[in-house]
């Protein structure tokens, strides 16, 4: 029979941990056939290859090989001598345990075969543990030792031939590196992967995936509904009852030698075990699971819904029939409908039908983390790898509290930890956030997670309800799940061509994109980098690297006053850029007020130090995207996409959806998302340039600077031996931001935020815009109407999506804000942002603080909540600033629990209006806080200078109002006119604040800033 062909790509290995797998050098390898037909990865498969371990030592050079020959083979054997006597050890070990089995028993057959093995294993030490050089650099030599998997201890006897980091040089890595993976295409022939002759005949293979082969591959989103998620925690009781109390209480066990056991736990040892029981009475469980499939990612983009699937699995009462309605369009869905017993079925089903499609993307909103964990934590089997396996358990990528696990061998893509790491200006991941910012479609959702629960538990637990009732309450909540599982699959979709690109540009898998730090994977790249061009590892570890605090970086880059040195893992560019700019432009504070504004992501150093990717065709390809007109663009990956958008665009007959799709392929968005990316890349040799000098940034050197250095940087990055290189991207990165500042000298600098600088409308301000895109020093955000609240806080409103920068999203937990203020805090922003409407964003404030004072408002709505509480109480550091961490520690809050905190009228006052409230007289009296200077009101009440109140005691909602109606405006009015204004505006804000403004005032208030200021500028603080 003729030899086949097929070119596979592998998307997942692992390590097989046995001792046969290890003394066989045994991967198990799941690759995807590309049908040359359509250009598509099909036909998952997994196999189990052998590839041994293979990493490069240091340099040797030409005179000193000799010698080094005779090292390494002098080391080898010694090698070899101790691991045959390990393996001798172990044959000891199983010969007596051999001689306690049955002689025809399984387990005495099976160490019979481990025997033979390891025997083996002891003929082939010559060969399997050996050394070649695979060539050379300039008048170096790098040789390549090849050993089975073994152990960390076993293969300490080589440390000192090879910079020993165990970050990049574990066999799993050097397995990945030896195969080019992930994304390298590979021949099997007859099913068997052909051999790779030597360590780098794969990886000059690598990059020649066409980005198109992704987006023609088939993609599948899913998710999980669920009932009783809340957990249960002890009761304030519990927690004061005696121990052995407790015990006897929760029935922890019935035996008095147990007993004692459990009362030498200690108290926090105890509470836990007590919580496990209580939990354990939960009936938490999956009600519904849902998928949506297209046969390609372009489908979708093309608007081909015809061969795509959507599913619903649930255990609660299922119509035979029902119709959903798609997000964004007017289409009606025809889902296929399964109704099952038990969660066990159901995650069994989905598993099956996710077996069956076969996607090669998986997506989801936050399922790496919720929907796979969910099915791990109530000990379900969700198979959905390509071979029927369970998604593998990773831990703590982002941070310790961070739990993803991955479906093996397919792509994942998880937009909401995408977000958290590329977008910049959306603080707020929830689905129809991240749905918004990617489509410009609010969808909103027909019910909150807590209308939801409850809707469960009446179906479930609903006897008075008839099965007809149930169906129809059923119907509500299964298109709720169905939509929400099709806009996730819209929002991977969309994001799919960019992680794509810098999934091959990090050359990782695209869940790592997704979730893991931008830091780690720039150091990742420059250390493949390194071993792609000098065929070793770096030198030098980054996290090792620091530079020198001089008087000016410590201007420059935030670093504390005792601080001699500056560590790469804390060295930021978007923290050195926001302060660079800061200093050289001198922009000092920033303006506070409303104003009409153009938005701009400010990226210099990108086009400063681009030389260090230009080599590399993804990185290139992301910055061609980023930096060239749409229509100038010529990557293969993304020209159909054009094409499909604009069938993609006629199937929505809202005009207002239309334009915002046509800017969907080529936003500023998405271009700052790649900028981002393209930043985690130049970071590392900014980092480096930033040792240069030890004077000012923008004084070039009078010298030619430390040789030194500049031979260590040359080396380092691969640049010719020039002594100029340091001062070549320093004096370019130089001239690139006093182009900048002179750029921006005439315009108005309202507020910066990191890389975003918020600039006020003027005459000229198109031809800055013009010239900062032109000298790619920057994208061009938008027009936006923006709020200037302090120094790095302000808000905008672009093409109606609400954004905000330095201050929690109102629509998030973060911050100290109780559900009534975040409430008012988003209609503040929305009313005098999106839709204009001063008077009616004074009127909820009025109202907020007649309510709080008047008891109007429910109990619930002015409670401060912390969920899901992640450390015990005694475990917080005594510096940590978070509002809530003493209250955790006075109460004695530990992990799982929700701390709720009921705050005062007083405090409630204090904290959002920042008003003084006292009772006497049978009246209120107010008193306005505030930091700083003292100033009469025309009511003789005094602002008075406070105590160091700091922000949060200064009122949320205050901060925006002074902000928006600032009350010391040097106004071009006559004298009586101005008097009016200062005696009358003061007294309507602060009867806004205090709850006892009228509508008359407040609209009195809102026509006159409308009438003498229009859409008023900025002024100074």
């Known amino acids: 029979m003729a030899q086949t062909d097929e070119t596979r790509v592998v998307t997942y290995l692992e390590l097989d941990g046995s001792l046969e797998g290890r003394l066989l050098s045994k991967v198990k390898v799941d690759s995807w056939e590309i049908n040359p037909k359509d250009n598509r990865f099909v036909n998952p498969r997994t196999d189990v290859l052998h590839i041994p371990r293979r990493f490069p030592t240091n340099h040797f050079l030409e005179s000193e090989r000799p010698r080094v020959g005779d090292m390494i083979q002098d080391k080898l054997e010694f090698q070899r001598r101790m691991i045959e006597n390990d393996y001798r050890d172990i044959l000891e070990q199983k010969r007596a345990m051999l001689e306690e089995k049955s002689p025809n028993s399984k387990a005495a057959k099976k160490l019979s075969e481990e025997m033979q093995m390891i025997e083996m294993a002891i003929r082939r030490l010559s060969s399997t543990i050996s050394y070649k050089s695979p060539g050379r650099i300039g008048d170096q030599f790098v040789y390549v030792i090849e050993t089975p998997h073994l152990s960390d201890d076993q293969l300490t006897y080589l440390n000192d031939l090879y910079h020993h980091n165990k970050r990049y040089t574990k066999s799993t890595d050097l397995i990945k590196l030896d195969m080019g993976f992930p994304f390298n295409e590979l021949i099997f022939s007859d099913g068997k992967c052909s051999p790779i002759e030597d360590l780098f005949a794969a990886k000059r293979e690598n990059g020649v995936l066409n980005l198109e082969t992704f987006l023609n591959s088939s993609i599948c989103s899913g998710d999980f509904e669920t009932t009783d998620w809340n957990i249960i925690t002890l009761s304030p009781e519990d927690k004061l009852t005696a121990s052995l109390e407790l015990i006897r209480k929760y029935h922890l066990t019935q035996d008095e030698t147990e007993e004692k056991d459990l009362l030498s736990l200690t108290r926090s040892q105890l509470l836990d075990l007590v919580e496990e029981k209580r939990d354990s009475v939960r009936e938490e469980q999956i009600v519904v699971g849902t998928l949506s499939y297209f046969r390609s990612v372009k489908d979708l983009l093309k608007g081909n819904w015809k061969e795509s699937r959507h599913i619903i699995i649930s255990v609660l009462p299922l119509a035979k029939s029902m119709g959903v309605k798609a997000p964004i369009s007017d289409l009606i869905i025809k889902p296929e409908l399964y109704s099952l017993s038990n969660q066990k079925e159901l995650t069994d089903k989905f598993g099956s039908f996710v077996m069956q499609l076969n996607p090669f993307h998986m997506t989801g909103h936050n399922y790496l983390t919720f929907d796979y964990g969910k099915a791990d934590q ?24 961070v739990k993803i696990r991955v479906s093996k061998g397919r792509m994942d893509i998880d937009p909401v930890l995408f977000y958290q790491h590329y977008s910049p200006w959306t603080l707020n991941n929830k689905l129809d956030t991240v749905f918004q910012d990617l489509t410009g479609r609010i969808e909103k959702k027909e019910m909150t997670h807590l209308v939801l629960e409850e809707t469960i538990q009446r179906i479930l637990k609903g006897e008075e309800l008839t099965e007809q009732e ?13 939509r929400d599982s099709m806009k996730s699959l819209i929002n991977g979709v969309l994001l799919a061509p960019e992680i794509a690109e810098m999934a091959l540009m990090f050359r990782t898998l695209f869940h790592r994109v997704c979730s893991t730090d931008k830091k780690r994977l720039s150091e990742e790249y420059w250390n493949r980098r390194s071993l792609d061009k000098t065929l070793t590892f770096r ?22 006053g005792d601080t001699k040195m500056i560590k790469w893992e804390d060295f930021k560019a978007e923290d050195f850029h926001h302060r660079l700019m800061k200093y050289l432009a001198k922009t000092g504070k920033s ?162 935020y ?66 009534a203020t975040k409430d ?40 401060y909540k912390v969920d899901k509480v992640k450390k015990n109480f005694s475990e917080y550091s005594d510096a940590a600033t978070q509002w809530y961490i003493p209250k955790l520690v006075e109460k004695r809050i530990r992990v799982g629990e929700t701390y709720i905190y009921n705050p005062d009228v007083k405090e409630l006052m204090e904290e959002v209006f920042g008003v003084k409230i006292d009772f006497y007289d049978g009246r209120i009296h107010y008193e306005l806080t505030k930091e700083g200077r003292k100033k009469q ?67 009195h208030l809102d026509a006159f800033y409308k009438g003498m200021l229009g859409w008023h500028e900025p002024e100074n603080k």
């Open 754 to 819: 990191r890389n975003f600088i918020l600039v006020k409308d003027s005459d000229t301000i198109d031809d800055c815009c013009q010239k900062i895109e032109e000298y790619n020093f920057g994208t061009v955000f938008g027009e936006v109407d923006a709020l200037s609240i302090a120094d790095s806080m302000f808000a905008a409103s672009y093409k109606g999506q609400l954004i905000n920068f330095g201050f929690a999203d109102p629509r998030s937990n973060k911050g100290k804000k109780n559900e």
């Open 470 to 482: 149930r169906v129809k309450i059923g119907d509500i909540l299964h298109k709720y799940a169905l």
């Open 539 to 560: 030198y030098t570890d980054p996290r090792k690297e620091s530079l020198t605090v001089t008087d000016t970086l410590r201007k420059i880059y935030r670093a504390r």
């Open 591 to 752: 303006k506070k007020g409303l104003a009409k504004c153009r938005l701009i992501y400010l990226h210099p150093h990108v086009e400063a130090l681009k030389d260090f990717f230009i080599n590399d065709e993804n990185a290139m390809r992301i910055y061609n995207r980023s930096s060239k007109p749409e229509e100038e663009q010529t990557s293969k990956g993304l020209g159909f996409i054009k094409k499909g958008f604009e069938v993609f665009r006629n199937l929505f007959i809202d005009k207002k959806t239309k334009e915002l799709l046509q800017e969907m392929l080529h936003t500023s968005k998405s271009r700052i998302r790649g900028y981002r990316a393209l930043e985690a890349i130049i970071e590392y040799p900014l980092f480096k340039i930033m040792e240069y000098s030890d004077k000012k940034l923008t004084k070039l050197m009078n010298s030619r600077g430390d040789k030194t250095l500049e031979w260590r940087f040359s080396k380092e990055f691969n640049l010719q031996e020039d002594s100029n290189n340091i001062q070549k991207y320093h004096n370019r990165l130089v001239k690139y931001y006093k182009s900048l500042k002179r750029g921006l000298e005439n315009e108005t600098v309202v507020n910066q």
């Open 937 to 1003: 009101t025309p009511d003789g009440i005094a602002l008075d200078e406070k105590e160091n109140l700091g922000k949060e005691k200064a009122g949320h909602v205050r901060r925006l109002i002074e902000a928006a109606f600032p009350l010391d405006l040097e106004l071009d009015l006559m004298r009586p006119q101005q008097d009016l204004f200062e005696r009358e505006a003061p007294n309507i804000i602060r009867g806004v604040l205090t709850g006892t403004a009228t509508n008359d005032e407040i609209e």
């Open 824 to 863: 008012t805090l988003k209609i503040i922003l929305n009313k005098m942002l999106v839709e204009r409407d001063f008077a009616e964003a004074l009127k909820a404030v009025r109202d907020l603080s007649w309510g709080i004072q008047n008891n109007l408002i429910e109990e619930e709505m002015l409670q």
């Open 378 to 401: 109530l000990g379900l089997e969700l198979t959905i790898g390509i071979n029927g396996e369970v998604p593998k358990y990773m831990w703590g990528l982002l941070n310790k509290y």
